[in-house]
């Protein structure tokens, strides 16, 4: 069966670091670009990472800094490494896999797991 897993979130205080993680089954994420995506309550899911077949990165200016994803190729895994966390950060925080960081359109996705939820209390 070929899905994606997000695990690793949790109830964090203000300021800690958490290591979200995405791991793939039934076909190798190496070969796709990867997206990491969060939803609020009551707001859209928005892009907060991306991770390109060449290992580029992309990041919105709204978590540059304290945001980091990187692969590793021997666990089919993707990770997001969030550090400082703030409340705002609450969400549930989903994976993706595509073929291009920038050329997808992640609006039409429609692969979408159970995510993983991560909540920061101030």
């Known amino acids: 069966e070929v899905q994606l897993v997000e695990s690793g979130g949790g109830l964090v205080q203000a300021g800690e670091s958490l290591r979200l993680s995405c791991t793939a089954s039934?076909?190798?994420?190496?070969?796709?670009?990867v997206g990491w995506f969060r939803q609020a309550p009551g707001k859209e899911r928005i892009g907060v990472s991306c991770?390109?077949?060449?290992?580029?990165?992309y990041y919105p200016d709204s978590v540059k800094g304290r945001f980091t994803t990187s692969r590793d190729k021997a666990r089919n895994t993707v990770y997001l490494d969030i550090r400082r966390l703030k409340p705002e950060d609450t969400a549930a925080y989903y994976c993706a896999a595509d073929q291009d960081c920038i050329a997808t359109d992640w609006n039409k996705y429609d692969g979408w797991g159970q995510g993983t939820q991560v909540t920061v209390s101030s």
């Open positions: 991770i390109s077949r060449n290992g580029g990165t």
């Open positions: 039934g076909f190798t994420l190496d070969d796709y670009a």
